[in-house]
């Protein structure tokens, strides 16, 4: 278990850095400073994985079974995402707000009692392969929404004041709903998969694909959301705008399905590590 | 011939169900009630609202039916509504598409990709431009004034139906799962067996076990069951909670187990002397209702309960819960004369029924082996299969929208052949397809030397 928390300080120690560096290049505006950062954030997103590879090898499974090691998978997903676009659109300026956001997920994840960061033994409905493919689609979902809602909130103040710090600094709002839209693109199939999935395993393990258990509502909760982006996106007459902010919504309403279910409203999947 | 009324009634549902705004306000509508039903918890006692939000309030939860709103009218209705403008919507704007990929429309003069490009000989180019769009696997006409028009991603405007298809699939099978789907519990002893109607034969439970983790937290719960049809065993399965069992249409689930609460499988008995003070026969495990010698008795354990309770005013013997929290167990005794044919033993207070037996003798109970009862529930739900399907449905549907785009290009040849206008469009991913639309013209330019 040592090695996994250990790794975990170190992600969480680069990610800062990243950030401040990030924070730096986008004021200063030098090449050296922006090399740093996309190196500091490699080294971050390395020890991100080291993280879940210890907690692997310590645990003989996927590391999905409690909120701290799931937010430490997701952290690396959302890393990974913003990777592959700095390099595929030569644009270090989303980089800051990846790395404030990534810094900040560690930052709650390291609040978490330390009884929620060890490893606590599977108990009897999580003994499948299914915790795996249900857990895995349905972070790689939450992972493409974080991006939107960075991409909406940006668009939101870049179409508002193109032309003041910081926002001249971004890339065109186009590019930036572009981005909402691909990232929503890709999360509500994933997103989607993921409630199959585990319509599947409840289903198999407790009779019923279906309960209504606060999970599994607010997962719909968060899927009626995106699908109300998706159609506010080709509804003619529609500002942009207004998808922008159903993409907003739509996080929060991700943000409250990850974490709010776990410690607010009971239910089947109050395993997780916080009730 | 309709009275204006009705047509305008006709005009206003009309515009209502076709419109994409509405749908949106129906999927946040639905949204909203599924919020509300998981902040009022759903399906409690009245007493657990009563307690929560005080009475007036929970008259409203009551009358409103917002302890159940999820089978409720404020779920069903706007549900219904969203089917009839998905269907609606989605049938009137089909032929739209049809018609918008069916004819290959001239130019695009609302394209913001377009380029002109000096060419040198018109059929050459001709024929190497339809093969650089084949190569990108575009389909290709060609037009009776010489353009070109070719486009690709066809399946990708048809991702909306199948996705709104794959809904309306889902939510039938949902509504089978609500008409036909059965769901049962049964308790069932381990070594007992019990009818189960629904399947036309008993189950036994051969064994309940648990396995532990080295820390002692539970790690698994499992049954041995038998399925008995006519005196005979015709399936023999063990199931755990990942695990469950399917018979005769049924799926058989681990779903609880406890301690049985009207026997127990073995004690530890004693014969005391009061008397002496001492014990006076050799300790004996006594099984359930099995006639055991101890002393000059002969005693066998036939009642359990494992919270005692004499209610006084009806005089009979009851348990106030299923919690071992004051077990009893009743002895049949058979022995000299004067001694009471039937005895309760209590475990947690042994000895307190001395007076009662005689006066000198007593049996004591002690170090009880509980019985475990496996909970079985079973289940049976057709509508299960109609919602994996429409979920596989669901899946291409979104390839074809989020994973291909539709996209056109027109190509005219200008000025007695010495020049190529050509201009592209396309319908989502227009950053991907300018950057398509400039790999084709720099292909078209390469062998074009100005």
């Known amino acids: ?275 | 011939m309709l009275p204006y009324i009705v047509k305008r009634l006709l005009k206003v549902i009309d515009n209502l169900f076709s419109s994409t705004k509405f749908g949106i306000f129906l999927l946040l509508v639905i949204a909203l009630v599924a919020i509300v039903g998981t902040v009022v918890e759903q399906g409690r006692p009245v007493e657990y609202y009563y307690k929560l939000y005080g009475i007036t309030a929970t008259g409203w939860i009551m009358k409103l039916s917002i302890n159940r709103i999820f089978g409720s009218l404020w779920m069903v209705i706007p549900t219904l509504l969203l089917i009839i403008n998905l269907v609606y919507s989605t049938l009137l704007r089909l032929p739209a598409v049809i018609k918008s990929i069916a004819v290959p429309n001239k130019f695009h003069t609302f394209s913001k990709l377009n380029d002109t490009i000096s060419i040198r000989d018109k059929e050459e180019t001709a024929k190497r431009v339809s093969n650089i769009l084949k190569s990108l696997h575009y389909k290709i006409y060609y037009l009776k004034d010489g353009s070109l028009f070719a486009h690709k991603g066809i399946t990708s405007r048809f991702g909306f139906v199948i996705v709104h298809l794959s809904i309306l699939i889902i939510l039938f099978g949902a509504l089978l799962g609500a008409i036909y789907g059965y769901k049962n519990y049964v308790v069932i002893d381990s070594g007992d067996t019990k009818p189960v109607p629904e399947i036309n034969a008993s189950i036994k439970v051969d064994r309940f076990w648990m396995n532990y983790w080295p820390d002692g937290s539970i790690k698994q719960y499992n049954s041995k069951l038998s399925i008995i049809k006519n005196g005979k065993v015709v399936h023999t399965q063990i199931i755990d909670v990942n695990h469950p069992m399917d018979y005769a249409g049924f799926r058989f689930f681990q779903s609880g187990y406890g301690k049985s609460y009207d026997k127990i499988k073995e004690a530890i008995a004693v014969l005391y002397d009061k008397k002496v003070d001492k014990v006076v026969a050799k300790p004996v495990l006594a099984q359930w209702n099995k006639w055991f010698d101890i002393g000059q008795y002969k005693a066998r354990m036939v009642d359990f309960v494992p919270d005692f309770y004499f209610d006084t005013k009806r005089g009979y013997i009851t348990s106030k819960s299923l919690d071992y929290n004051n077990p009893a167990v009743r002895l049949q005794i058979k022995g000299p004369k004067g001694t009471p044919p039937f005895v309760w033993e209590f475990l947690k207070y042994p000895g307190s029924v001395l007076k009662e037996f005689t006066n000198k003798d007593a049996i004591i109970i002690s170090s009880i082996t509980p019985i475990y009862y496996t909970g079985l529930q079973y289940a049976k739900n057709p509508g299960a299969n109609w919602i994996w399907l429409g979920s596989a449905v669901m899946a291409v549907g979104f390839a074809m929208s989020f994973f291909m785009y539709y996209r056109r290009i027109y190509i005219a040849f200008n000025d007695n052949g010495n020049t190529l206008t050509i201009s592209g469009i396309s319908y989502r991913q227009s950053d991907l397809f300018a950057k398509e639309f400039r790999k084709i013209i720099n292909r078209i330019k390469e062998k074009e030397s100005v």
């Open chain 1, 1 to 275: 278990m040592i090695f996994s928390l250990m790794f975990f300080d170190v992600a969480f120690g680069f990610y800062a850095a990243a950030a401040v560096s990030y924070v730096a290049y986008f004021l200063f505006r030098r090449e050296w400073i922006g090399h740093s950062s996309t190196l500091l954030f490699v080294l971050a997103l390395l020890s991100n994985i080291a993280t879940l590879v210890m907690r692997t090898v310590e645990i003989h499974h996927a590391p999905f079974t409690n909120l701290y090691e799931s937010m430490v998978f997701f952290s690396a997903l959302v890393a990974v995402i913003y990777l592959i676009l700095e390099i595929r659109y030569k644009n270090k300026m989303l980089g800051v707000f990846v790395s404030i956001f990534l810094f900040l997920s560690f930052f709650v994840t390291n609040l978490l009692p330390f009884r929620m960061k060890v490893y606590e033994n599977l108990n009897p409905a999580l003994q499948s392969y299914w915790l795996e493919i249900h857990v895995a689609t349905m972070f790689v979902g939450y992972s493409a929404f974080a991006i939107s809602f960075i991409a909406a909130l940006l668009y939101l103040g870049k179409s508002k004041w193109q032309n003041s710090f910081p926002f001249k600094h971004l890339p065109d709002a186009d590019f930036l709903d572009n981005l909402g839209y691909k990232s929503i693109a890709w999360g509500m199939p994933f997103l989607s998969i993921g409630i199959v999935t585990g319509a599947i395993w409840a289903n198999y393990t407790w009779g019923s694909y279906w309960s209504w258990d606060p999970k599994e509502t607010w997962s719909l909760i968060t899927w009626l959301i995106y699908a109300a982006y998706l159609h506010a996106r080709v509804t003619r007459g529609w500002k942009k705008r207004k998808a922008a902010i159903l993409a907003i919504v739509g996080f929060l309403s991700m943000v409250f399905l990850y974490w709010g279910v776990a410690f607010i409203l009971p239910g089947l999947h109050s395993y997780g590590g916080a009730a």
